[in-house]
Structures are given as structure tokens and as C-alpha cells.
């Protein structure tokens, strides 16, 4: 069972004087839209179409509530992370949604965005690692590219292993040998946009056992990453809403279903798609609480049903030895 306490969150407590204190960036939902002009038209996406101002008020160099988010925005942002928590920062998680979702893209286009949102956050952040997963607007076999074309430009951050299984299923998993800590990402896609006739499409969840029951055995942690959170969005009536916004509901039990069995290892749990800092706890068969997951607000500026969104991105502090997540602060 999946619930939505309004005032309960869990953050497991770790002693000051054992802890050793690093810190991590979470950014999502960027949405990054090349055609957006500060003297573009509010009702047409912010773009400028006809050499000419077209909306009723002057646009924000850093975005406007009806748009998706300007490079200023972008770099705004990434300089922002470097400036607060650059060198001593271990790694980022970059939880997908980067592509506008203004208009229909050609597939070199989209892949292009990518290039350059990768190679922003790869010269921001040159001596870490930046664990990127895909979202339903980012490049994939659905928009027209292979995983491997993406594969190509993430090559930098993944090691071998890791783009093996990213080329095959847009999924991947990397280990911080010396921490003893996991990275798990999910290709959350799989679980929308699938008929819901298949048991385990792309070899996900075949896969995601193997990988926990060897962190088990190595007495590793592990933190899973994904774009699409499992669960409803409590700000639309509690019910599942169209496809490519939430899990099926038999992949949604499969997944409360996994982080159940493996709650001794899984310590953190990071996902965006919402446009909305929230998070869930999962609980088990008898309503003990075992699990909980956090979802970062998005970058992108654009009102959705739900309202407006301010651009938020997401810094942690946890504990490097164990991985327990101390405490999540805002910028």
C-alpha cells in the first residue's frame, strides 16, 4: 500500500559523530526550449513566430509561467549548483523531462537538445559523476532513436556495464565501490508506455532482481532513480491519469511489491515528473512504514493543471558511509 501523509516524513537519523557528510544534486523536469524569446507570444509557447512581441505583457529572461524553461534559466541553474556545491559535491542525479514539451521535435533535433544540456552539465561538472535517466520527452526507441544514440552521449559519466544495459533497455546500474553505495536508474518509461500485456518489458524487473539480490549479498545500499514516480499524483483527486503520467497499476503493485522485499538496502529513493516537490512513503502488508521516496520539482517553469510552478532543484546531504539521506535543502 502506497500512501500520502500530509505532515510524516521519514529520515532515518544518523549519528553526527559517525557520519562522514557529503552532499549530492538532484535537477529535473528541465524542459529546455531553444525557441523561447522574451519577446515571444505567451499563448504560442513563448516563441516569437512573427517578428513581433505577441503577448499582452513582457516576458522574464528567465521564463514566464506559460513556457518552458530559456537557456537562461538552464545555466542559471547549473551555475547556481556549481557556485553553492560544486568540487565538494559527490555526484548529481539528473531525473529526466529534458526536452520541451512545446512542440512535436525531428529525432537529430531532440537528440541535439540532449547534446547540449549534457554538455553543460559536463563542463559544470567535471570532476563528478552525473547519473542522467531518461523521461517520456527525452530521446528513445518511441520518439525515434535507438538507446544507444543516447548511450553515445552519456559515455562519459557510464562505465562499460552500465551502457551495455542502457543500449538494451535504457536502464543501468553503477557502483560506488568505495561507498559501498548502489546507483539504480530506471527506464520508468517501460511502465507507461507498455500495453500492460507484458510481465517484464525491456527485462527491467528480471533484470532490477539480480542487481538487488547481488547489492544484498555484497552488503551494499542502494539508491533508486527514475523519472516517473510510482503512485498517483495527490493533486489530481488521487486517480491515475492519462498515459505516460503515472505506472500502470500492475506495475505500480509490482514495484511497491520490490521495494518491500528489498527495504533493507534500498536507503533512497529519487524521482521528478510531477513538477512538484513532494514524496511518498510505502508501507507494508500490516502498515509498517519500511520505505520512502523523494520527488524534486522541476525546473521548468511551465503551469500545469495543477498550478504554476516556481524552477526549484534539489540538494542532498546524506551520510557517505551508510548512504542514509540526512537532509534535503532547496535553491
Not at 133 to 151: F, I, R, W
Not at 250 to 266: G, H, P, T
Request: a neutral charge; proline letters at 5%.
Amino acid at each position: 500500500m502506497l500512501q500520502f501523509p500530509l505532515l510524516v516524513m521519514i529520515l532515518l537519523a544518523v549519528s553526527s559523530a559517525e557520519a562522514k557528510i557529503g552532499y549530492f544534486w538532484h535537477i529535473t523536469d528541465i524542459h529546455y526550449d531553444e525557441m523561447y524569446s522574451t519577446s515571444g507570444n505567451t499563448k504560442k509557447n513563448c516563441w516569437r513566430t512573427d517578428g513581433a512581441a505577441g503577448g499582452a505583457r513582457p516576458l522574464g529572461r528567465f521564463g514566464d509561467y506559460n513556457c518552458d524553461s530559456p537557456w537562461a534559466l538552464v545555466q542559471s541553474a547549473a551555475k547556481a549548483m556549481r557556485d553553492k556545491h560544486g568540487d565538494n559535491i559527490e555526484f548529481v542525479l539528473w531525473t529526466g523531462d529534458s526536452i520541451s514539451l512545446a512542440a512535436s521535435r525531428s529525432s537529430d533535433h531532440r537528440l541535439q537538445v540532449l547534446k547540449n544540456l549534457t554538455d553543460l552539465l559536463r563542463h559544470t561538472f567535471s570532476s563528478q559523476f552525473v547519473f542522467p535517466v531518461l523521461g517520456h520527452e527525452d530521446p528513445n526507441p518511441g520518439l525515434g532513436q535507438s538507446y544507444g544514440e543516447v548511450a553515445d552521449l552519456w559515455s562519459h559519466w557510464l562505465p562499460t556495464e552500465s551502457l551495455l544495459t542502457f543500449s538494451k533497455g535504457g536502464y543501468y546500474t553503477f557502483e560506488q565501490k568505495a561507498k559501498k553505495l548502489r546507483i539504480v536508474a530506471l527506464n520508468t518509461n517501460l511502465y507507461v508506455e507498455s500495453d500492460g500485456q507484458e510481465d517484464d518489458p525491456g527485462g527491467q524487473w528480471g533484470w532490477l532482481r539480480k542487481v538487488l539480490d547481488q547489492a544484498r549479498k555484497n552488503k551494499e545500499t542502494v539508491y533508486i532513480v527514475g523519472h516517473i514516480p510510482p503512485g498517483v499524483d495527490e493533486r489530481q483527486s488521487g486517480v491515475f491519469l492519462a498515459p505516460q503520467a503515472s505506472f500502470q497499476e500492475k506495475y505500480n503493485k509490482k514495484y511497491v511489491q520490490m521495494v518491500r522485499k528489498y527495504s533493507d538496502i534500498i536507503v533512497g529513493q529519487f524521482f521528478g515528473h510531477l513538477h512538484s516537490d513532494t514524496f511518498r512513503i510505502i508501507y507494508s502488508d500490516n502498515g509498517t512504514p519500511v520505505s520512502w521516496l523523494f520527488v524534486a520539482p522541476a525546473l521548468s517553469p511551465r503551469r500545469t493543471p495543477s498550478g504554476a510552478n516556481n524552477p526549484g532543484i534539489r540538494l542532498y546531504k546524506f551520510d557517505t558511509i551508510s548512504g542514509q539521506v540526512m537532509f534535503p535543502t532547496y535553491a
